[in-house]
């Protein structure tokens, strides 16, 4: 069975999509590997993968060198912006 290194802000969808063609395999992913479909993973681990189920979309990715990576909560602490981290009067000033 073929496996993957994960990379920072991949989550599962990001490696099913890119590896297997299709969300379809994200349970299938997360039962090889004890994981929930919505855990943060960790960069540098290798996961297993399960078979490709969309052969040319995987071909797409992989001929073309895409690796997304889309995990919202890395993406989220990097941007440490918007309504979520305003103060009343000190970073957001109402008038």
Known sequence: MAEIVVLEAQSLFDLVIQECGSIEA???????????????????????????????????YKTHGLKPSTDATTISELINEGIDYWALEVDFVVQ
């Open 26 to 60: 994200v349970f299938d992913i997360a039962e090889l590997n004890g994981l929930s479909i919505t855990d943060v993973l960790v960069p540098g681990t290798s996961i297993e993968l399960p078979e490709t189920i969309n052969k040319p979309v995987h071909e797409y």
